[in-house]
């Protein structure tokens, strides 16, 4: 089991900055890729950036050049740093963790990032 618990979402306005994190506990294999999705009310839950373990990462095109996933593996927490933030950028993002078997697949609680305009 894998244990995710995120932070730093809420209430900024259009061109502003917000930045998330999520630190994994249990049991955390050796190779893994943690990531960063959203929903929004209406739609589907999207893929918003991935980084594995070894540092590849894998962004959404409606992100790329604006947000920025990084890690720090010592203590398995992954970050996403979200600037020029839009209306549009408006959801409920979900921290997740996939590990090296199909059963590895976690989610966290989810948190909230509202963008004014």
């Known amino acids: 089991q894998v244990q995710l618990v995120e932070s730093g979402g809420g209430l900024v306005q259009a061109g502003g900055s917000l930045r998330l994190s999520c630190a994994a506990s249990g049991s955390i294999g050796s190779f893994n890729v943690m990531g960063w999705y959203r929903q929004a009310p209406g739609n589907q839950r999207e893929l918003v950036a991935t980084?594995?373990?070894?540092?590849?990462?894998n962004y959404a095109g409606s992100v790329k050049g604006r947000f920025t996933i990084s890690r720090d593996n010592a203590d398995n927490t992954v970050y996403l740093q979200m600037n020029s933030l839009k209306p549009e950028d408006t959801a409920v993002y979900y921290c997740?963790?996939?590990?090296?078997?199909?059963?590895?697949?976690?989610w966290g609680q989810g948190t909230q990032v509202t963008v004014s305009s």
């Open positions: 980084i594995s373990n070894g540092g590849r990462t």
């Open positions: 997740n963790y996939k590990g090296e078997f199909l059963r590895d697949d976690y």
